[in-house]
């Protein structure tokens, strides 16, 4: 599709918007949201007539790209045929979008409980884990995000939680492997999984083994930094959950669906939990959509006993159709595949060039459409390029940054000392090439704030 510059249309959308939406994780007054007029597979559009290469994916969720024909066939179908059914009945897009996801969850993984987003799949995740143990307490890593709501908020070991932070959500928060600025002074891979496991366990000690219901990872952490676990520290964890008692959950609402190079990134790791969460990509984020996968264990204690928990909108058909329209166009164009393939020959080589480049690059990291560039000031000492959580003046090398990559036309995911790169799973090498070429420009500025 062609942009249609239509820029008095973007400014009467843009004065509503300023008038009337309330929007998240802002200052109200000094955030300046883009009026939006359309979108097309990886790019997106303004009433100005200017394109952007999507390299957010929306929110990390739009991993078939924008308006996929047969994702939108199969909404306008299902919406024509029955657009919403209470959830207590036995509706077809509802089961086959179940059959298909259970068909593709690692081990037992086969009861689906569907809900609204992610944040409430964490939420309804830790309450299962907590009824099946009969435990209060839920362990969870610093350097991670699981939600918004109230529960999830306080799972989340990033900033974002600190306002909500009540201090009585049963949680308690460890160090998790990250060999870049590792906690645990580790020189290699091995020392780092060796430690990290060990101040687990010791965290578990400590807490009293039997108070703890859940330990929940993102099986690779999305907003945080896109942070690969180093080799057995999965396992490992999934070894003391068994020696404990303890559920073990991993979150996959950014790194499920294809976003590795793997339906699921638990794939990469041979890892099983016992209960798994996912969004986003399940239906590209055509409808909103999330649930939890459960192992046959769990599922056990509700098979007599009701589960105490219920979402109006739990497996909305039209949400279920996109799914499942999704999850077949994935396995029909290998969009699995794909972002397996240009993961290891296209992204990783050119962000490694890109390292070679720019000073501003202290690390890169990543799997098949899910990576991270590490900004610093100092690559010798690893000095981020602005401090943890800054804001203000004190984020200008990263606004500036972002900046530059919006007018080389490409939209970034930048945060913190981080930017994160997360195109479509189907985006072609020329897509690609195209928004490295552009983060490329973008980094000579990022350049200019480094010793």
């Known amino acids: 599709?062609?942009?249609?510059?239509?820029?008095?249309?973007?400014?009467?959308?843009?004065?509503?918007?300023?008038?009337?939406?309330?929007?998240?994780?802002?200052?109200?007054?000094?955030?300046?949201?883009?009026?939006?007029?359309?979108?097309?597979?990886?790019?997106?559009?303004?009433?100005?007539?200017?394109?952007?290469?999507?390299?957010?994916?929306?929110?990390?969720?739009?991993?078939?790209?924008?308006?996929?024909?047969?994702?939108?066939?199969?909404?306008?179908?299902?919406?024509?045929?029955?657009?919403?059914?209470?959830?207590?009945?036995?509706?077809?897009?509802?089961?086959?979008?179940?059959?298909?996801?259970?068909?593709?969850t690692p081990g037992d993984l086969d009861k689906i409980f569907f809900t609204n987003g992610g944040a409430d799949a964490v939420e309804h995740a830790v309450r299962m884990a907590r009824l099946h143990t009969g435990r209060p307490k839920v362990l969870s890593a610093y350097r991670s995000y699981h939600g918004g709501t109230q529960q999830a908020v306080n799972l989340t070991g990033d900033p974002r939680r600190w306002a909500s932070d009540s201090g009585s959500a049963g949680v308690v928060h460890f160090w998790a492997p990250f060999p870049y600025r590792s906690r645990f002074y580790a020189e290699t891979e091995e020392q780092e999984t060796a430690r990290a496991l060990e101040h687990l366990e010791t965290t578990i000690a400590f807490e009293g083994p039997g108070t703890i219901a859940a330990i929940i990872l993102e099986t690779i952490p999305g907003t945080a930094g896109i942070m690969v676990p180093p080799p057995g520290y999965l396992a490992g964890v999934r070894e003391l959950c068994d020696k404990y008692g303890i559920v073990f959950v991993?979150?996959?609402?950014?790194?499920?669906?294809?976003?590795?190079?793997?339906?699921?990134?638990?794939?990469?790791?041979?890892?099983?939990?016992?209960?798994?969460?996912?969004?986003?990509?399940?239906?590209?984020?055509?409808v909103p959509l999330g649930g939890v996968a459960i192992s046959g264990k769990i599922a056990e204690t509700f098979g007599k006993r009701p589960y105490p928990g219920g979402l109006t909108y739990s497996g909305h058909p039209l949400a279920c159709a996109a799914a499942v329209a999704t999850i077949n166009v994935m396995a029909e164009e290998g969009v699995v595949e794909n972002a397996r393939r240009l993961g290891e020959t296209v992204v990783g080589p050119g962000l490694a060039a890109l390292a070679e480049r720019h000073p501003s690059v202290g690390e890169v990291r990543g799997v098949g459409m899910f990576w991270?560039?590490?900004?610093?000031?100092?690559?010798?000492?690893?000095?981020?390029?602005?401090?943890?959580?800054?804001?203000?003046e004190a984020n200008a090398p990263m606004a500036a940054f972002a900046a530059a990559a919006k007018r080389h036309g490409l939209w970034p995911f930048a945060n913190m000392n981080r930017t994160h790169v997360v195109p479509p799973c189907n985006a072609s090498e020329a897509e690609l090439k195209e928004g490295l070429a552009a983060l490329d420009a973008a980094l000579t500025v990022a350049d200019e704030y480094t010793v």
């Open 1 to 104: 599709m062609t942009p249609q510059p239509s820029s008095g249309t973007g400014a009467a959308v843009k004065a509503a918007d300023r008038a009337h939406v309330f929007h998240s994780w802002s200052a109200q007054d000094l955030i300046d949201p883009l009026p939006v007029a359309g979108a097309e597979g990886s790019y997106f559009w303004d009433y100005d007539g200017t394109r952007y290469l999507d390299f957010t994916s929306g929110l990390v969720f739009t991993n078939i790209g924008y308006q996929h024909p047969k994702v939108v066939a199969a909404i306008q179908e299902q919406a024509a045929t029955m657009t919403t059914f209470a959830p207590a009945f036995a509706v077809e897009a509802r089961s086959e979008a179940a059959r298909l996801i259970a068909e593709r």
């Open 250 to 286: 991993l979150d996959e609402v950014m790194a499920g669906f294809g976003r590795t190079g793997e339906w699921f990134a638990a794939d990469l790791f041979g890892v099983v939990p016992d209960l798994m969460t996912f969004a986003k990509g399940v239906n590209s984020g055509y």
């Open 372 to 392: 991270a560039l590490e900004l610093v000031r100092d690559r010798e000492t690893r000095e981020p390029l602005v401090p943890y959580n800054a804001a203000g």
